[in-house]
């Protein structure tokens, strides 16, 4: 079973930057897409950015293209997600993702495998 384990969250000044992590287990993840999807107070989960673990692969929200990069850990089944320019609506509970060959990056119901999130706040 897929376990997913995020941290590094916490509170930045707009303009500042965090990198969250996601700590993967429980599956051989050669063939997996890696993602990260963020939900604010009364919106729905939105996709923010993922990363063929195979191909190295990546894909973004245009929301964040040029301000947030994700990126793979070479020796260990982590998943990074490297925020900078943050701004108060990037604020967010951001969670990690993982699905074997998923087609479409985007939707959040294609996906089934989340951990618990991580609390990212970012004030004016």
């Known amino acids: 079973q897929v376990q997913l384990v995020e941290s590094g969250g916490g509170l930045v000044q707009a303009g500042g930057s965090l990198r969250l992590s996601c700590a993967a287990s429980g599956r051989t993840f050669s063939t997996y897409v890696m993602g990260w999807f963020r939900q604010a107070p009364g919106k729905e989960r939105e996709f923010v950015a993922a990363i063929s673990w195979s191909s190295g692969r990546t894909y973004y929200a245009d929301s964040v293209k040029g301000r947030f990069t994700i990126s793979r850990g070479n020796t260990k089944n982590t998943v990074y997600l490297q925020m900078n320019s943050l701004k108060p609506e990037d604020t967010a509970v951001y969670y990690c993702?993982?699905?074997?060959?998923?087609?479409?990056?985007?939707?959040?119901?294609?996906?089934?495998?989340w951990g618990q999130g991580t609390q990212v706040t970012v004030s004016s």
């Open positions: 993702a993982a699905e074997p060959g998923v087609a479409d990056t985007t939707t959040p119901s294609l996906w089934h495998a």
